[in-house]
């Protein structure tokens, strides 16, 4: 793995699940940390233990990614602070789950903000240091629900196609520039995602059956870091899924999609 020791990464959704093992495996191989969350306490809680822990510099920054041009505004709050980054990981998302006419036109937009617009914002705003210095890395938290459209989770699945498809782009556009860009595709992970999309009944669905610890998709984002290609699947049974179904109808991947994602239960019955 190439030495990531001193170098200065900023993280977004620090502050818990993927986002907070991230940071942990960058701060345990001396990198220097911002994080980024809206939960300002318990982010500053992590820099302090962080900075304690692994002697690394490490400065909180609260945020709300869901507001317009919220990475100039970072990108300003970094600059002011004499700090520049090195490695821009993505990870601040959510996602919502049921009927799509049954979830809150609101609730959709503001997943569309912070999974689709703050990633190209923030890109926006930290890619010409990077161009300028020929040098820099974009880790882009994407998800195996990129690879085929997801019913009940109709708008988050599309987000992460979406965050997949720009990532690939933009390390073709700029790999013989100094930038790696990757996208970082997990499965099902333990964190409080799955309790935030509102219905505990997608833990009873065969795509939420199993699912693995954070850690274990961090060390992937190290990885994927390191590595040379844009594309990184958490898991050899998630790659070998996501792969078949390049070669399958895309309608017959849909229902199947739809099978693995049903609600249980609906208004008392049984689905058909």
């Known amino acids: ?5 001193g170098k200065t990464a900023l993280v977004t959704g620090a502050s818990s699940g993927i986002g907070e093992a991230i940071a942990k495996k960058l701060a345990a191989e001396g990198v220097n940390l911002i994080l980024v969350a809206r939960s300002g306490d318990t982010l ?30 970072l990108y300003g709050q970094v600059t002011a602070l004499g700090l520049r980054v090195d490695i821009l990981v993505n990870n601040a998302g959510y996602g919502t789950y049921g009927p799509f006419d049954s979830i809150a036109p609101e609730t959709e937009q503001g997943e569309i903000a912070v999974n689709i ?8 705003a930290f890619v ?10 974009i880790l882009n938290v994407a998800s195996t629900a990129a690879f085929q459209p997801v019913p009940y989770m109709a708008v988050y699945a599309a987000s992460k196609a979406f965050v997949l498809s720009f990532s690939e782009a933009l390390w073709a556009e700029y790999r013989g520039r100094g930038i790696h860009v990757a996208a970082l595709c997990p499965g099902a992970v333990d964190t409080g995602f799955i309790s ?5 009944a997608v833990r009873k669905t065969a795509a939420f059956a199993t699912t693995v610890q954070p850690q274990q998709v961090a060390t992937h984002a190290l990885k994927a ?24 109808p895309r309608s017959l991947v849909a229902r199947s999609s739809a099978d693995m994602m049903r609600p249980p239960v609906q208004n008392g019955l049984t689905p058909p």
């Not at 793995?1 to 020791?5: C, D, E, I, V, Y």
């Not at 010409?128 to 890395?137: K, S």
């Not at 870091?225 to 399958?248: D, E, M, Y």
């Open 1 to 5: 793995m190439a030495t990531l020791k």
């Open 44 to 73: 500053t809680q992590l820099a302090d233990a962080l900075k304690q822990r692994y002697a690394v510099q490490c400065t909180a920054l609260p945020a709300d990614l869901s507001t317009p041009n919220c990475g100039a505004t």
């Open 117 to 124: 617009a703050a990633v190209v914002d923030l890109t926006h």
């Open 128 to 137: 010409p240091d990077m161009l300028t210095r020929g040098a820099g890395i």
């Open 196 to 200: 935030q999309l509102g219905d505990d």
């Open 225 to 248: 870091i390191c590595a040379q290609g844009p594309t990184h699947i958490v898991g050899l049974k998630n790659w070998l899924t996501a792969l078949s179904v390049r070669f399958a």
